[in-house]
């Protein structure tokens, strides 16, 4: 994983209680202007300093990790200005905004236990922040988390490894699928999950939700007229399949022959990525998952 996400500030805090160490959230709860951080953005931080998330590129976070252990001593939360309208005068955001964050000190070890539990159920989860503590009911800044984003990738050769790769070091939870062995073998030695098709009536079982991408980077028919039809069965919030604009039609034309109605043959990106007519399998790889987060983002 590249940066801090949702769930791993939760896991973190976590366990960072369970080894004994007090702890505050802080949370964005409020933007003036612009701000480098979406609202209900967070960061954990433990009394003696150490830290998880981040709300700048490092202008106001040692700032911020003194208030938190300052809340901690007192053990009361509030509510503080960075930036724009700010008390700090010497603490200025690079954006010229004003941001509000909320620090709550000592959440409850069991309602954060619950979020994480449901998040790895892959369930929504609604928490209510507040200065005096969180909880999955009341009064305070409603806080929704999202499970993360699981991408079901099937395909083979350097694009199709170079995606599963970057997906999982972005911090998606990867699924891959190849007939080629030695995609299967460079995947698991590097300890991904991995699954070698052996032949085209093997119909993987997989598990969609509204938080799956399934995307598929085969260069050949074959296998995905074997393994599309299914998985545009399964939930997900996203499909997509790599190829030129005439690969995608002769696609949906085959479609339609295995009984594929229009409105959920249409439903496939197409071809799949937002850098138009990439040629290399990193930046074709990057291309793919640039998409596959933007619509991740807007569930």
Do not use: N
């Not at 999955?136 to 694009?159: I, K, M, N, Y």
């Not at 007229?225 to 995608?248: E, I, M, N, Q, W």
């Not at 039609?249 to 959920?264: K, M, S």
């Amino acid at each position: 994983m590249i940066a801090a996400v949702p769930l791993s500030i939760v896991e973190q805090a976590i366990t960072w209680v369970e080894e004994g160490a007090r702890v505050a959230l802080v949370t964005l709860v409020a933007i003036e202007g612009s701000s480098s951080r979406a609202l209900g953005a967070q960061m954990a931080v433990t009394h003696d300093g150490r830290a998880i998330g981040s709300f700048s590129g490092g202008c106001i976070e040692d700032a911020i990790v003194g208030e938190a252990r300052d809340v901690l001593d007192a053990g009361q939360g509030r509510v503080v200005r960075y930036g724009l309208g700010s008390p700090y005068i010497d603490v200025r955001l690079p954006c010229g905004g004003g941001i509000d964050l909320m620090f709550t000190p000592d959440p409850s070890l069991d309602v954060l236990r619950g979020a994480r539990d449901r998040l790895h159920a892959r369930q929504r989860v609604t928490l209510m922040i507040a200065p005096d503590g969180v909880g999955e009911q009341g009064a305070g800044f409603a806080l929704t988390l999202s499970p993360p984003l699981r991408v079901l990738a099937f395909g083979h050769g350097e694009d199709f490894t170079a995606l599963v790769q970057l997906a999982h070091h972005f911090g998606a939870l990867v699924e891959a699928f190849s007939p080629m062995a030695r995609d299967v073998d460079l995947l698991q030695g590097k300890g991904l999950c991995a699954t070698r098709l052996t032949h085209l009536t093997q119909v993987p079982e997989v598990i969609g939700d509204d938080w799956t991408a399934a995307v598929f980077l085969f260069h050949d028919r074959d296998w995905e007229d074997v393994l599309l039809p299914h998985v545009l069965s399964r939930p997900a919030f996203f499909y997509g399949a790599v190829g030129s604009r005439r690969t995608h039609a002769a696609r949906l034309e085959r479609l339609r022959a295995q009984g594929v109605d229009e409105e959920t043959a249409a439903r496939i990106k197409g071809p799949v990525g937002l850098i138009a007519a990439t040629r290399d399998p990193a930046t074709l790889a990057m291309s793919v998952l640039a998409e596959v987060v933007e619509a991740y983002v807007k569930v």
